[in-house]
């Protein structure tokens, strides 16, 4: 076997040398001293060595010399022709004929263009030099009349012609009494009402130059400076007709206007209202912790019953003879017992079911029995303090908001099963109400400053609302479920479109103080506003099924009637359920009903 491999170059001549590999070359570097400068010529296929002569010339072709050392670029110029002219020319050929006959072409040529010309066909350039500026003489004329040359012509400001007080002899009642002068002095410059005090000279050539000749001066250079160079037209509109166009109040009844009936016996702040679904009954709770029921339309108490905790939220189930009562941490279920005996039947069967305690790690279910006829059937404990509970329109869930607890505040009771849960693990922000859709399977929760809209089927968020408020307080769903209004701490009303945008449709601010309850009339176009300022604000609201007309809102009515003393106003209201009724409960501890 070879250890190396010989390849084999054919030179010009025909002859043949042997190529080595690396190791060949480092051998003949180490050997041979001239390798340094040995230059292989691959077309012949031979080692040529530079000579000394060679190295020099490439040193100066790679520091940018000339090679050649007798070269000398800067020799003497030679004029090889003269700029003389001389008298017999280089050429003396004799001039073609063609220079001294017109040329047929170009008259061709040019008979074409002038058709052209005069046909139309081409029109000549206008002057495109430089045009000369035209200036005008904005105070030229005193006149507003508008010119030709400058139709927008404003005259110059003119300056206040002097009066007496300015003369160098003014009479005695232009002059300025020591407290005046001693006034105009202490008196800053700009607030001062003229630039100078009234003085009296003898005579013309006692009177000396004027101190501030230059600054006025310059001021009236900066009045014509800065004096607008545009009229502006001013335009002539009535003002009502910028306002929207309104129907009149009377044109939109029926809605509530005379104070009624009152309802009075709670002992401090009326908290919760709430009306039965036939409206012949009304329920109350409040500060004194006691839930009272009432006669709508004769305010005669019916019942009474005492809790152990302040009443918080009170609300009418509208499918069952049935009342939620939140009372501290503790949702009670009580059945009246007033209206139709089937239903109250059959309410006191689904209460009376269970008979022993059900522990959840949410809460726990309490069977109370049916001892008192009056009394609650059962509770719920839930180890924080309720705020708020609401029916679902099939009368079998609940919904309860919690205050200040740790993972999720809202809590949804099945009661035909007797189950809890939580429709989602944890809370974004501080929940203030909830709500369910009059029809669809969405979820309303009000937290600070949004609205978020769950889908419980499909448990996900659809929508998330803002409100544009800091502090949002309560809120109401319209009954066709498209449209919702959100009351808040800062004195603003929130009309949200849920088909529109994800943005106010309007902004009402009629209240002074905090608004803190708002409800949506089940049939009539109406919604009420409670406020901190003993105000109930009646608006009529009519919302159509064109996607194109929006929603006509115009409030028609305030009613008062609370007595005021309190920080806190009226903290409920509540519709007749048929009528176009409303029941406010206020701080003063009366409940009063407007027809």
Not at 444 to 462: C, D, E, G, H, I
Not at 471 to 488: F, Q, R, Y
Request: aromatic share 10%; proline share 9%; glycine share 6%.
């Amino acid at each position: 076997k070879q250890w190396y491999q010989r390849r084999v170059a054919i030179t010009a001549g025909g002859k043949t040398k042997k190529e080595g590999d690396e190791l060949d070359k480092l051998l003949d570097r180490m050997d041979n001293p001239d390798f340094w400068r040995t230059v292989h010529n691959k077309t012949e296929g031979t080692d040529i060595v530079l000579s000394n002569d060679d190295l020099a010339i490439i040193d100066k072709i790679r520091g940018s010399k000339y090679p050649d050392l007798g070269y000398n670029p800067y020799e003497p110029y030679v004029d090889f022709f003269s700029f003389e002219k001389m008298e017999t020319p280089l050429v003396d050929t004799p001039e073609p004929k063609r220079r001294f006959v017109p040329s047929k072409w170009e008259h061709k040529k040019v008979m074409k263009i002038i058709r052209a010309i005069r046909n139309g066909w081409i029109k000549p350039k206008e002057d495109t030099g430089p045009k000369r500026p035209v200036f005008y003489d904005l105070w030229g004329s005193s006149s507003g009349e508008s010119s030709k040359n400058n139709p927008m012509h404003i005259p110059a400001p003119k300056l206040q012609l002097p009066g007496n007080e300015e003369s160098y002899n003014p009479p005695e009642e232009y002059l300025p009494t020591p407290e005046e002068r001693d006034e105009w002095e202490q008196t800053d410059p700009e607030d001062r009402s003229r630039n100078y005090l009234s003085q009296k000279y003898p005579c013309l050539r006692h009177v000396p130059a004027y101190p501030t000749l230059i600054n006025e001066t310059f001021e009236r250079c900066l009045d014509l400076y800065l004096c607008p160079r545009k009229m502006k037209r001013k335009i002539n509109m009535n003002p009502d007709e910028l306002l929207p166009k309104l129907p009149k109040p009377k044109d939109l009844k029926p809605f509530p206007t005379t104070q009624a009936v009152r309802f009075s016996g709670h002992e401090g702040h009326v908290y919760t209202t709430d009306t039965s679904p036939s409206g012949e009954f009304v329920v109350s709770g409040g500060e004194d912790r006691t839930v009272r029921i009432w006669e709508s339309t004769t305010g005669r108490e019916l019942s009474r019953l005492a809790l152990p905790d302040t009443v918080t939220c009170v609300t009418w189930n509208k499918a069952h003879s049935m009342i939620a009562v939140a009372a501290g941490d503790t949702v009670f279920f009580i059945n009246p017992g007033l209206g139709d005996r089937l239903k109250v039947e059959d309410s006191n069967k689904m209460l009376l079911r269970r008979t022993e305690v059900k522990e959840l790690p949410t809460c726990t279910w309490y069977p109370l029995g049916s001892g008192d006829p009056t009394g609650p059937r059962l509770k719920i404990t839930h180890g924080h303090v309720v705020r708020h509970v609401t029916w679902h329109n099939n009368g079998n869930y609940l919904a309860v908001v919690m205050e200040d607890a740790p993972s999720c505040p809202v809590l949804i009771h099945n009661l035909p099963k007797l189950s809890s849960q939580k429709p989602f693990n944890k809370s974004r922000g501080i929940i203030q109400k909830v709500e369910f859709h009059p029809s669809r399977p969405f979820f309303f929760v009000l937290s600070q400053r949004y609205v978020r809209v769950y889908n419980l089927v499909k448990q996900a968020m659809v929508k998330k609302l803002m409100c544009s408020v800091k502090w949002a307080s309560s809120m109401a769903i319209h009954p066709g479920g498209d449209n919702l209004i959100v009351g808040s701490y800062d004195k603003t009303l929130v009309w949200l479109d849920m088909d529109l945008s994800v943005k106010p449709y309007k902004s009402l601010q009629q209240h002074k103080k905090a608004i803190r309850d708002v409800v949506f009339h089940p049939r009539y176009p109406l919604y009420a506003t409670a406020s901190d300022d003993n105000t109930v604000i009646v608006t009529h609201a009519t919302v159509y099924n064109d996607l194109v007309r929006n929603p006509l809102i115009v409030p028609v009515k305030v009613l008062r009637g609370h007595k005021p003393g309190s920080k806190y106003g009226m903290l409920s209201v509540v519709f007749h359920p048929h009528l176009p009724w409303v029941y406010s409960g206020g701080a003063d501890g009366d409940i009063w009903l407007h027809v």
